[in-house]
């Protein structure tokens, strides 16, 4: 049975944004990826899973070891996708903030 996951369910966690923020520097193990949390390896496992399965991350093997890195692609889908809302929260505030600059209190 495969399980479809939302990835913007998966990058809401925090725990799951910080394990893309340390992946994006460069390719980590679970183990090394485990290393900078507090929770347990069983809980940075399912993170990196559930990360896996959206296809934020991609799988490299090397040796006996697999290293985790950020899929590019799938990230700028993302970026890509939220992109019009940032434009449009940017014109918001500039505007705001053009009123802001003319206005004077009474």
């Not at 183990?31 to 993170?47: L, M, P, W, Y």
């Not at 939220?82 to 209190?105: A, G, H, T």
């Amino acid at each position: 049975m495969e399980i479809r996951r939302d990835v913007f369910q998966a990058i809401a966690d925090p725990t799951r944004r910080a394990i893309l923020s340390l992946v994006a520097m460069q390719a980590m193990t679970p183990g090394v990826i485990a290393e900078n949390f507090d929770s347990s390896r069983q809980t940075i496992s399912k993170h990196i899973q559930i990360l896996t399965e959206c296809e934020l991350l991609s799988q490299q093997q090397n040796g006996r070891e697999i290293y985790y890195l950020t899929n590019a692609k799938k990230m700028k889908e993302v970026a890509d996708f939220i992109e019009p809302f940032r434009q449009m929260w940017d014109d918001r505030f500039n505007k705001l903030e053009d009123i802001m600059k003319n206005y004077k209190p009474k």
